[in-house]
């Protein structure tokens, strides 16, 4: 079955059901099924897709007569790839809350907010592709604001209001948009037609870009990211790291790039400015970092912003890189946030300080933890070693400097991710620590899965990067003149 639209409705459907099961042995279980049912639904656009610059599988109708605003879904080569991050990455997601006793309100949310983000990334139209934009931050509101911990209200209010503020911002942008042409539309290829002015160009560009820069986050837009991740549910800064922050990148990409091709040629270096800027910021208060999800928050600051680099630095390589590190990034981060939960589970903190000597009584955890952690670095034969130097060699062919800033995400990164290691697996076993169970079932699932990715994508990267060569290509030629 090759339909786009079931593919869109099935995490919907589930929603539906599982907003009515209340017992939470049911709920996450029939909340896995769904999520794995989308996974196999997936399988047939992967082995049907024709690696070129072509839109695929496309369906488009009517959707506000009055408006001319069409619902138009369909794939290329970007978007193919975090369609598989997506539906890949829910199933391990919801896999790895099995330890908890969410209800069935909880999953609906998960399974609503998936339909929200499939939307963003097949949307043809900027219409569709803000109300994907919109679905996918409400569920994630609800999950943080309703399971998190501490002072989760004001961080949750803190979080919505920045990206609200991103979102109104995008929304007068394309309002914008759909009175400059002949025929008042939203479709992207309406859109990327348009002959605006300079000018014009650069407040849609603004506008966009701040839109998205929040929720990457790139500097100086990230401040409500270290907070929100500590007080989010496992599940939900899984959610925010492996999935939701890519709709800002996507969103550069799809529509930033190809709409405001004089603006992005004019402050692209600005931005890349700020990305370095953000690189070296994050990685050094990284170190200074005692919890452990914080320190991963700054850790993905650092790495989104060389993602987010790699698209303004114009050139194949970046693009390529951007492609395939958001879903090298989405897989390591849900891997060690993974870790984090079991461990703080078993200890009852996530204070480094409070760790130490895991790796004797829990030999698997430190095994697999390595081989993520050495994927999260960049090491050779993992997946993040091609992606980040794709990467840094579009830098390089934008800027030697940029380059050589952006690298540091690599040494910084090497340096305070070994010491995280360094702090929870070796050296002497924590005295206060509880005995301490090596992981199991569902845990060593999910690990041995995205540790198996892990090493696959970086002896294969060809798997992703034939899929988005032809399609970077073809949007490059679309920007530059």
């Not at 990206?163 to 942008?173: K, Q, R």
């Not at 837009?221 to 270290?226: M, N, Y």
């Not at 698209?311 to 194949?316: A, E, G, R, T």
Request: charged share 10%; net charge positive.
């Amino acid at each position: 079955m090759d339909n786009l639209f079931i593919l869109l409705l099935a995490p919907v459907v589930s929603a539906l059901v599982l907003c009515f099961i209340k017992e939470a042995k049911s709920a996450r279980w029939i909340a896995l099924f769904t999520s794995l049912l989308s996974l196999a639904l997936s399988v047939p656009f992967l082995l049907g897709f024709v690696p070129d610059a072509s839109i695929q599988f496309e369906q488009s109708w009517m959707w506000i007569d009055l408006l001319r605003l069409q619902f138009h879904i369909g794939l290329d080569g970007i978007s193919l790839p975090l369609l598989l991050l997506t539906n890949g990455l829910m199933p391990l997601i919801i896999l790895s809350s099995f330890g908890k006793d969410h209800k069935g309100s909880f999953y609906a949310l998960i399974s609503f907010m998936q339909a929200g983000l499939l939307l963003v990334f097949l949307a043809r139209d900027a219409f569709s592709f803000y109300v994907g934009w919109e679905v996918a931050l409400i569920p994630i509101y609800f999950i943080c604001a309703l399971w998190g911990e501490g002072d989760r209200i004001r961080i949750n209010i803190k979080f919505f209001v920045y990206t609200f503020f991103g979102s109104i911002l995008m929304l007068v942008a394309l309002i914008y948009l759909y009175h400059q042409g002949i025929i008042r539309s939203l479709e992207w290829d309406a859109l990327v037609k348009l002959h605006l002015s300079e000018n014009a160009q650069r407040w849609v560009f603004w506008a966009f870009f701040l839109a998205f820069a929040i929720k990457i986050p790139i500097f100086p837009f990230h401040t409500w990211q270290p907070d929100t991740y500590t007080h989010a549910p496992t599940t939900g800064t899984m959610l925010l790291s492996g999935v939701m922050l890519k709709m800002g990148i996507y969103g550069l990409l799809r529509w930033l790039l190809p709409i405001t091709p004089f603006a992005v040629l004019s402050y692209g270096h600005i931005v890349l400015i700020l990305c370095v800027i953000g690189i070296v910021y994050a990685s050094i208060i990284a170190f200074k970092q005692k919890d452990a999800k914080r320190l991963m928050a700054y850790s993905s600051i650092a790495h989104v912003g060389l993602i987010a680099g790699g698209v303004f630095s114009l050139q194949p390589t970046g693009l390529q890189g951007a492609v395939l590190q958001m879903l090298n990034h989405g897989l390591s981060v849900v891997g060690i946030f993974l870790v984090i939960d079991v461990l703080q589970r078993r200890t009852g903190s996530r204070n480094l300080s409070e760790w130490g000597g895991f790796a004797k009584p829990m030999p698997k955890l430190a095994i697999l933890f390595l081989i993520l952690l050495m994927g999260a670095i960049g090491l050779p034969l993992t997946n993040g070693f091609v992606g980040e130097f794709l990467l840094l060699k579009g830098l390089f062919g934008y800027g030697v400097w940029y380059a050589v800033f952006g690298g540091l995400t690599l040494i910084l990164g090497a340096v305070y991710m070994l010491r995280f290691y360094q702090k929870a697996m070796l050296g002497p076993i924590a005295v206060e620590a509880k005995p301490m169970v090596d992981i199991q079932g569902y845990e060593l699932l999910v690990l041995l899965i995205i540790g198996f990715f892990t090493i696959f994508l970086g002896v294969c990267p060809n798997a992703i990067l034939r899929l988005s060569e032809a399609s970077v290509t073809n949007l490059l030629n679309q920007i530059k003149f």
